[in-house]
């Protein structure tokens, strides 16, 4: 794993910020990395602790015995907290997971002079872990460095964003996704249209890529072409079918349709815009519009909107592939 600051794509506000901070001393014991998923907070994050660690000058040097065991991922000193899925459930972090760090956090460090945690969606603790965080971050045992990494800030209670200094970070811009995809072997013309498609989200962009993400996107917009003649027979056929799917994939396809039905709404306003995400299907797009008035549109970015924020509580997915299903036919069907 290469932790350099220049490994990091875009965000050079924030890295110019960071590194000062460091060379300055006075980075603070708690921060928060929030933005869009798969903007590169969490490498971020790993360049951070990686300096934090290390003790040359210019950290992180690449050299050293901390840098080494950072790249590698057996540093003694530095501890990292993700979410835990149980069958099909969302993914939670749990006071346990936070009670067995913070047995960690407190003991004297082995090869730095400094002990580092980072928690990885943040958002995704409960309850119970958040309020014995908060203690932790109240009262830090030892030389211990905070790294919270976050899409969703609102989702963490109040008193947590209160004791931790936010860095927010923004998309990133496509040139620098094409790179970075170009460096991975992608040909030019698949990473120019996965960038397209990233929503500045160099993760998503290759998520898009290896998980074949683009026959996804073709099947949602399909599923769109389909709608305004789809039977019940059908919708009960694709509610089984997508209720077999897992969280994620059913995030990603939902992602797709969502991007969708906001370019055939920039397309109303100029079918030439250089402003929609799936330049590849401009034409495609176009010729689904004369089924898709402006206000159905609208009222179908609603309820995909809302099936995006239901996935990610412990709702049943065949019913809520079924109750969506329904609704989106209908929206369609009756006000055509």
């Known amino acids: 794993m290469e932790l350099h600051w220049e490994d990091v794509a875009g965000h050079e506000t924030q890295k110019t910020q960071l590194r000062t901070m460091l060379r300055e001393h006075r980075l603070p014991h708690a921060l928060l990395l929030t933005g869009p998923d798969g903007v590169g907070k969490k490498k971020l994050g790993h360049v951070l602790a990686a300096a934090l660690l290390c003790e040359a000058e210019d950290a992180p040097c690449g050299h050293c015995a901390s840098c080494r065991a950072m790249a590698s991922g057996t540093h003694p000193d530095y501890l990292e907290v993700l979410p835990e ?45 958040e309020n014995s965080l908060l203690k932790t971050l109240e009262e830090p045992e030892g030389a211990v460095t905070f ?10 209670l109040d008193t947590i964003l209160s004791r931790c200094m936010p860095l927010s970070f923004g998309t990133v811009p496509e040139d620098a996704i094409v790179r970075v995809l170009a460096q991975r072997g992608i040909a030019a013309e698949e990473a120019h249209e996965l960038a397209s498609l990233s929503d500045g989200s160099i993760g998503r962009a290759i998520a898009l890529h290896e998980h074949e993400g683009l026959l996804r996107r073709d099947d949602a917009l399909d599923f769109l072409a389909k709608l305004p003649q789809m039977d019940m027979t059908s919708v009960w056929k694709r509610s089984q079918e997508m209720g077999e799917f897992d969280r994620e994939t059913l995030s990603e396809w939902f992602l797709y349709l969502n991007m969708m039905l906001r370019d055939m709404l920039v397309l109303y306003e100029d079918g030439g815009s250089s402003l929609i995400y799936h330049k590849d299907i401009r034409a495609r797009l176009l010729a689904l519009l004369p089924s ?45």
Request: charged share 25%; glycine share 4%.
């Open 85 to 129: 899925r149980t069958g099909r459930s969302a993914a939670v972090i749990r006071i346990d997971a936070i009670r067995s760090m913070q047995v960690e956090a407190s003991r004297y460090p082995v090869l730095s002079k400094q002990r580092v945690v980072l928690i990885d969606d943040a958002d995704c603790m409960n309850e119970a872990a």
């Open 147 to 156: 790294l919270l990494v976050t899409g969703a800030r609102s989702s963490l």
């Open 292 to 336: 898709f008035p402006e206000p159905v549109i609208f009222s179908l970015l609603a309820l995909v909107r809302e099936t995006q924020r239901r996935l990610q509580s412990n709702v049943n997915l065949r019913l809520l592939m079924e109750g969506f299903h329904i609704r989106m036919r209908d929206v369609v069907q009756i006000r055509n």
